[in-house]
């Protein structure tokens, strides 16, 4: 059993930013595909990023590209988020997944594991 706990969320101003953790217990997140979803207020779960298993690049959702970057830290058995340049459309609940295929989260938006999620809200 794979346990993940979010932290890192909060309210930031338009143009900040925030990083994400998601510490994983009970196995290495290297063995899982690793990434993170949203869900904002009367909205869908959207795919925001991932890292893929077998490892190999990330892969990010076209609305975050180049302000949002994955990436994990195998001593600590972490995986983070770092979001800069932030707008109010990121404002979501984020959740750390993790999944035995890529494609459980990068296609259908949703893991095999979650955490409770963390909240963040960007002000304009």
């Known amino acids: 059993q794979v346990q993940l706990v979010e932290t890192g969320g909060g309210l930031v101003q338009a143009g900040g930013s925030l990083r994400l953790s998601c510490a994983v217990s009970?196995?290495?997140?290297?063995?899982?595909?690793m990434g993170w979803l949203r869900q904002a207020p009367g909205k869908e779960r959207e795919f925001v990023a991932v890292?893929?298993?077998?490892?190999?690049?990330?892969y990010y959702a076209d609305s975050v590209k180049g302000r949002f970057t994955i990436y994990g830290d195998n001593a600590k058995n972490a995986v983070y988020l770092q979001m800069n340049r932030l707008k109010p459309e990121d404002t979501a609940v984020y959740y750390c997944?993790?999944?035995?295929?890529?494609?459980?989260?990068?296609?259908?938006?949703?893991?095999?594991?979650w955490g409770q999620g963390t909240q963040v809200t960007v002000s304009s």
């Open positions: 997944a993790a999944a035995q295929t890529t494609q459980t989260i990068l296609i259908r938006s949703t893991g095999d594991y």
């Open positions: 890292i893929p298993w077998p490892a190999g690049g990330t």
């Open positions: 009970g196995r290495a997140f290297s063995a899982y595909a």
